[in-house]
């Protein structure tokens, strides 16, 4: 019998997911909860739904007894940690914490003495202290006293095979000292280095600061590079040179835009905070609107290229690579491709998909394609959104009328029509 505290993890997605995993790694036992009766049916047939954790890995947890999943609340029941991992989407450009309250309020008849209570999802500064606390305090239970209550912001890099979970320092918090303590003692158990910092709003603060500053470093790069098409000026270059100053530089490469749950969300939580407390953050609204207009620009692009070649948008057939919001990734969670897809349809213009990674239902009811040298060949153009690895550029290029490359993937070949954006 494991002498090691039991763990309940709320979430199963592309966060609680590889916490999971990370934890019966290490031989805690873990009880997963999630109320998507989809994801509990694959697990318990040690079948995953994330690129980063394998089939063999879910059975690896399910077999050795280490895992169980459920869609019960009643599981966290006498577990000594709870970690919270529940997604925190935006309505209207406002914070949803609806699923955090959600969790909270199931699993509140099943909190005990001693416990450790952790929230991982994504928030604005304040949430931890101002909304969870009060939820879980009772007569009986009082936070750093009776029950324990931390936060800790996931830092996943999902599709980074050189950086694991664990590699990633952890930043780590608790509502008193007594609640850090506990925070620690946990963390370090699994994670290489944590990182106390001295409340759960300036943890909450870190995440929002990281990935508004990545919004508006990516979205500042996608509007030069708006320029140095126009001056008909490869940004690709321009950044390979930049780069060699050994200080002062930080690189960053055009894109169809930013996508996933995170950075396209993070920033407008922390944005409405600023709003609230009187100091509008305009640099993310403007690197918001950037971000959207990015796809615009993208099928302007192919149209005009199109309309070079005399094929009228009705037409046309173009086919898309890349369909997720990231490389090597099956996350189609804002993605930028969807953006781009959509506003192609809307000009009628037909339009297929090859995505290697991707595995789910299709929207718009696309078609799929492979990249063999008759099906390249019927598209007018070859639409490059997302750079997979592992896919046969060079063949691409060579097998296809016209290619436009948002990622600076495809060469250019004697004979071959390339156009970078």
């Known amino acids: 019998m494991s002498s090691l505290p039991t763990i309940a993890v709320i979430g199963l997605g592309f966060v609680g997911l590889p916490l999971v995993q990370l934890f019966a790694?290490?031989?805690?036992?873990?009880?997963?909860?999630?109320?998507?009766?989809?994801?509990?049916?694959?697990?318990?047939?040690?079948k995953s739904y994330i690129s980063d954790i394998s089939d063999q890995e879910i059975g690896i947890m399910t077999n050795s007894g280490l895992?169980?999943?459920?869609?019960?609340?009643?599981?966290?029941?006498?577990?000594?940690?709870?970690?919270?991992?529940?997604?925190?989407?935006?309505?209207?450009?406002?914070?949803?914490?609806?699923?955090?309250?959600?969790?909270?309020?199931?699993?509140?008849?099943?909190?005990?003495?001693?416990?450790?209570?952790?929230?991982?999802?994504?928030?604005?500064?304040?949430?931890?202290?101002?909304?969870?606390?009060?939820?879980?305090?009772?007569?009986?239970?009082?936070?750093?006293?009776?029950?324990?209550?931390?936060?800790?912001?996931?830092?996943?890099?999902?599709?980074?095979?050189?950086?694991?979970i664990a590699d990633i320092p952890k930043v780590i918090s608790g509502?008193?000292?007594?609640?850090?303590?506990?925070?620690?003692?946990?963390?370090?158990?699994v994670f290489k280095q944590t990182v106390p910092v001295s409340s759960p709003k300036v943890a909450e603060f870190v995440k929002m600061l990281e990935n508004s500053q990545r919004l508006i470093n990516i979205s500042f790069i996608n509007e030069v590079n708006l320029l140095a098409n126009k001056m008909n000026v490869d940004l690709w270059e321009v950044i390979e040179a930049a780069k060699t100053k050994p200080v002062g530089f930080t690189p960053y490469y055009p894109s169809a835009g930013i996508g996933g749950h995170c950075i396209p969300v993070d920033p407008f939580f922390l944005a409405w905070i600023g709003m609230r407390e009187g100091v509008p953050l305009t640099m993310i609204h403007q690197a918001g609107f950037i971000n959207e207009m990015i796809?615009?620009?993208?099928?302007?692009?192919?149209?005009?290229?199109?309309?070079?070649?005399?094929?009228?948008?009705?037409?046309?057939?173009?086919?898309?690579?890349g369909l997720t919001y990231k490389k090597d990734v099956n996350d189609i969670r804002e993605s930028a491709s969807?953006?781009?897809?959509?506003?192609?349809?809307?000009?009628?213009?037909?339009?297929?998909?090859?995505?290697?990674?991707f595995v789910g239902e299709l929207p718009f009811d696309l078609k799929t394609f492979s990249?063999?040298?008759?099906?390249?060949?019927?598209?007018?153009?070859?639409?490059?959104?997302?750079?997979?690895?592992?896919?046969?550029?060079?063949?691409?290029?060579?097998?296809?009328?016209?290619?436009?490359?948002?990622?600076?993937?495809?060469?250019?070949?004697?004979?071959?029509?390339?156009?970078h954006l």
């Open 25 to 46: 790694s290490k031989g805690y036992h873990v009880t997963g909860i999630d109320i998507d009766q989809e994801k509990i049916a694959m697990l318990r047939a040690a």
């Open 67 to 164: 895992l169980d999943v459920t869609s019960d609340y009643a599981a966290a029941a006498g577990v000594d940690t709870i970690i919270i991992c529940v997604p925190t989407p935006l309505r209207n450009r406002e914070p949803d914490l609806s699923y955090i309250f959600h969790a909270v309020q199931q699993l509140k008849p099943y909190l005990k003495k001693g416990q450790l209570l952790v929230l991982e999802s994504s928030t604005f500064p304040g949430t931890t202290e101002e909304y969870v606390k009060p939820l879980i305090e009772t007569d009986a239970l009082t936070v750093g006293e009776t029950i324990f209550l931390g936060y800790s912001p996931e830092r996943i890099d999902p599709g980074n095979k050189m950086v694991s």
């Open 175 to 189: 509502v008193t000292p007594q609640c850090l303590q506990k925070v620690k003692q946990l963390y370090d158990s």
């Open 295 to 321: 796809p615009h620009f993208i099928v302007s692009s192919v149209v005009q290229e199109l309309t070079v070649r005399g094929k009228p948008l009705e037409e046309a057939h173009v086919g898309v690579i």
């Open 338 to 357: 969807l953006k781009v897809i959509e506003l192609l349809l809307d000009r009628r213009v037909t339009v297929s998909v090859h995505d290697p990674v």
């Open 371 to 419: 990249l063999e040298p008759n099906e390249l060949g019927v598209f007018d153009i070859v639409l490059i959104l997302v750079d997979h690895s592992g896919l046969p550029w060079e063949g691409i290029v060579k097998h296809s009328r016209c290619v436009i490359d948002t990622r600076n993937v495809a060469p250019q070949l004697p004979g071959a029509h390339v156009v």
